[in-house]
């Protein structure tokens, strides 16, 4: 039986039985990766302000600062391998996680309202990844629902956008990588809906109702949703250290299978 979700991100504070504020907070600490955020009445407004802290500094490559936040996550004790999202061997945790359970579908919709304030230093996305507790850690597939970054934005004159979708498979032997950013004559600046609809067979992509990719074999084991932007400090132009990129969200929703 279906199971519908939405937040409109209506009331004075998040949702914190859903979402957590963080940014993979296993591989640094929850102190260290705390999102800045604000519910302002149009919506989920997440922001990467001058001030916001590089995340696991000196050990991702490249630099980041990310505000997100996520509908799921744990990890195992200090000092294991265990956790959601390696960027390298060899990573262990730092700060052991308690397992949270807010919104993990298996196959359904997802479909989420927003619009985006991007530099060529930034980039905003909204992907749907491996929940990641089985014994191996193979469940890492990621079903991408938008990837945009502010240097492939058209000219203000002829707005469009290269939005990645599609398949990452990571350490998922059972996915083949179907990625792809093609350019759609959009405006980002504006509000868009961008959705995924997926079952065993087939993920279908779509930007306010059009179909821009088909993917055959996406995962169907629990997923968790991951809504970040990002700034990314080596691509500074050198005048632009002031800019505060930011995603704002007036609705996620959608409905799982299980």
């Known amino acids: 039986m279906?199971?519908?979700?939405?937040?409109r991100f209506t009331g004075p504070t998040l949702d914190t039985s859903v979402w957590l504020p963080h940014y993979l907070p296993a591989w640094s600490s929850r102190a260290a990766t705390a999102a800045s955020y604000r519910l302002d009445g149009a919506g989920l407004v997440l922001d990467v302000p001058v001030d916001h802290?590089?995340?696991?500094?000196?050990?991702?490559?490249?630099p980041l600062r990310v505000s997100g936040v996520q509908s799921g996550s744990w990890s195992g004790p200090v000092g294991s391998p265990y956790g959601q999202q390696?960027?390298?061997?060899?990573?262990?945790?730092?700060?052991?996680?308690p397992r949270f359970e807010g919104w993990l579908p298996t196959s359904g919709r997802v479909a989420v309202a927003a619009r985006m304030a991007l530099s060529t230093r930034s980039m905003a996305a909204l992907w749907l990844?491996?929940?990641?507790?089985d014994p191996d850690q193979l469940q890492c597939g990621e079903l991408c629902v938008f990837e945009v970054f502010g240097r492939a934005l058209g000219p203000a004159s002829d707005p469009s956008?290269?939005?990645?979708?599609g398949i990452k498979p990571f350490r998922d032997p059972a996915l083949?990588?179907?990625?792809?950013?093609?350019?759609?004559?959009?405006?980002?600046?504006?509000?868009?809906?961008?959705?995924?609809?997926w079952d065993?067979?087939?993920a279908v992509f779509t930007v306010d109702d059009e179909v821009v990719r088909r993917c055959a074999s996406p995962p169907?084991?629990?997923?968790?949703?991951?809504?970040?932007?990002?700034?990314?400090?080596e691509r500074s132009v050198g005048d632009d250290d002031d800019l505060v990129p930011s995603v704002t969200v007036s609705e996620i929703s959608g409905w799982s299978s299980a």
């Open 2 to 7: 279906a199971r519908p979700f939405a937040d």
């Open 220 to 233: 169907t084991y629990p997923l968790q949703l991951m809504l970040a932007v990002f700034d990314f400090p």
């Open 176 to 197: 083949v990588d179907d990625f792809a950013a093609p350019r759609i004559s959009i405006d980002v600046s504006e509000p868009h809906t961008y959705a995924v609809d």
């Open 200 to 202: 065993a067979d087939e």
């Open 129 to 133: 990844s491996g929940f990641e507790d």
């Open 86 to 97: 390696r960027y390298r061997p060899g990573l262990t945790v730092r700060e052991e996680q």
């Open 53 to 62: 802290p590089v995340w696991c500094p000196g050990d991702h490559d490249p």
């Open 161 to 165: 956008a290269e939005v990645g979708v």
